[in-house]
């Protein structure tokens, strides 16, 4: 807008040949700026010029290369530089893999500075395999020099005295950089520690032995080898803490005998449910028996009667019969009158 309302100034005043010669030089300026904002935005200048003052050589045209490959060159000449401050012979080809392999390549670099000054052999091919991995590298190197304490959840173990303790430990590791690739985690580490701690409480004939050395579950612990197969090398487990939970045995054998007297309850019942069955059946035969002598005693008279129309029996002995039916009849009275009653019985007097 500037330069239009210029070039239309000086063209009121000056020749034709003058206003196109101003136009031209108008648009040469115009094009320079394009093409300067371009080469600005294409090539880093300013980081350009930042590693060249580092003593790190990196070339122009890797520079377009990597904007061309939208890749941000920031995120890989920054930890370039720090590299061959450190001493480190890291190129700019490496850097740039790692970065389009989705890697950390700024924490790479960290941990590879941590590795050497702590006298810790990692190339960058393990240490670029490992960030792969999803692990983080630069803490790996860090808890190499420095173990790191895991605390395990309270564990709850039962002794062969039925009595249950409740122990939480503190175990020391370091990473184990060669196993760090394929190695399990903390979480296996803690599973391991509660496992034997479980297996150590319950091979103890009481619970008193454990109180009394809790340095037995440590060293029974660390004799099985849990760190076998881990990222992680153990250098101490150590016991926090050791509390008496519950008496599980006694409740136990409470719930057994509980158990054991439900069932003869019901062994109990059953054996009386058969005894009123059986009962039932005896009375039902009485009956039976009752009715057929009822029966039998109603076809006496007729027989008799028979007998005496034949002559198989005589009048003599039929009164004779009578009389013996008579004193019977008399003594079964005399003998329930003179058993005493239930009442009379409980008091010791007889019935009046």
């Not at 158990?259 to 058969?274: G, T, V």
């Not at 129309?309 to 013996?324: A, D, I, P, Q, S």
């Amino acid at each position: 807008m500037f330069s239009s309302l210029l070039a239309a100034s000086y063209a009121s005043s000056l020749g034709e040949a003058d206003v196109s010669s101003v136009l031209w030089i108008v648009l040469a300026i115009v094009v320079a700026l394009i093409l300067i904002t371009v080469f600005l935005r294409f090539v880093p200048l300013g980081l350009w010029i930042t590693s060249l003052a580092a003593g790190v050589h990196v070339s122009i045209s890797s520079l377009i290369g990597m904007r061309l490959r939208r890749i941000q060159p920031k995120r890989l000449v920054e930890p370039l530089i720090k590299a061959r401050k450190a001493g480190l012979d890291i190129t700019l080809p490496k850097l740039e893999t790692h970065y389009l392999a989705g890697g950390n390549v700024d924490r790479v670099i960290n941990a590879l500075i941590a590795a050497q000054r702590s006298n810790i052999e990692m190339p960058f091919e393990k240490a670029s395999a490992i960030d792969l991995a999803g692990r983080d590298v630069l803490q790996a190197v860090q808890m190499s020099v420095t173990p790191k304490v895991i605390e395990t959840p309270v564990v709850a173990a039962i002794a062969k005295d039925g009595i249950e303790l409740r122990a939480k430990a503190r175990v020391t590791v370091r990473t184990n950089i060669e196993r760090l690739v394929g190695g399990a985690g903390e979480e296996t580490i803690i599973a391991r520690v509660g496992e034997g701690i479980v297996t150590t409480v319950g091979s103890s004939e009481t619970h008193k032995q454990v109180l009394e050395n809790p340095d037995l579950i440590s060293r029974t612990v660390l004799n099985k080898g849990l760190d076998a197969g881990t990222a992680y090398e153990i250098l101490s487990i150590d016991i926090a803490d050791v509390d008496v939970g519950r008496n599980v045995g006694a409740q136990l054998q409470m719930d057994q005998a509980q158990a054991d007297l439900h069932i003869a309850q019901a062994r109990a019942e059953e054996r009386r449910a058969m005894a009123v069955a059986r009962e039932q059946e005896m009375k039902a035969a009485v009956q039976e028996m009752r009715a057929h002598v009822v029966e039998a005693e109603a076809d006496v008279p007729k027989a008799l009667a028979a007998a005496l129309r034949e002559g198989k029996l005589g009048v003599m002995e039929y009164y004779h019969m009578k009389n013996v039916i008579a004193d019977t009849e008399m003594r079964d009275g005399i003998a329930k009158a003179a058993t005493p009653t239930s009442s009379s019985a409980d008091t010791g007097h007889p019935k009046k």
